[in-house]
């Protein structure tokens, strides 16, 4: 996680927020349905700028991650939020003992999962801590189909370690291969401007492909959910 503490240091989280923050209301709003009702596990929640948007209707949120500077801008900025709650995943501890039993009706994961090392233990963790009926929303702007995806590889790998550069339909299969039903694919585009000026201080190199990213590639979303008994 070197490269994600040096990130979050530097403040690029702000550069990351600016270029998805569009994409995760739009994804909030349509996909997620979350009221006053609703326990939300955000898997590899950054800095835990999305727990803002992923409460306001009220549900309870729990942001998971393993970076140590992450969670602290988390708790130092969104502590006070009454609703939400921020957790450090310990290089030594599991999914599954970090979350002590705890069940959710939603997993959120925002370019997350292709970072996780051994992908089909984690997918089955987080099956498990759903309710029946509880629904996985991911969010990926790093995948096969699109035409910067080679491009981003490269600087991500060299910055972050190897993510698992899966296409919307290796998603599809991996998730039903371990025990998740109804998985559907989206894309999402930002609706807003591209602003260079959120990018101060990058290479235009780097502004150039992020332009490409957010404006023209988008977000590949996918949900897929957990069936409730007899149905």
Sequence with gaps: MAGFEDLYNQGGAVTWQAGKENVVHQVVEL?????????????GC??????????????????????????????RRYGDIANARFHRLRIDESLTEALHGAKFTHVFALDALY???????????????????????MIAHLYRESRVADDMVDTVT????????????QWRILLERN????????RFYDE??????AFIGHPPEAISLARQL???????VITAGIKKPGV
């Design 158 to 169: 060299r910055e972050h370690g190897l993510p698992q550069f899966l296409s919307g339909v």
């Design 214 to 220: 957010y404006e023209r590639e988008g977000a590949l």
């Design 46 to 75: 950054g800095t835990g700028w999305t727990s803002e948007i992923l409460t306001a209707g009220g549900a309870r949120y729990l942001g998971i991650d393993p970076s140590e500077e992450g969670i602290t801008q988390a708790g």
């Design 192 to 197: 807003h401007p591209f602003n260079p000026a």
């Design 31 to 43: 996909l997620l349905d979350l009221d006053e009702s609703s326990r939300v596990l955000d898997f």
């Design 179 to 186: 025990g998740w039903s109804g998985v559907q694919r989206y």
């Design 115 to 137: 970072f996780v090392p051994d992908l089909e233990t984690t997918l089955r963790a987080l099956r498990d801590c759903l309710e029946p009926g509880g629904r996985l929303v």
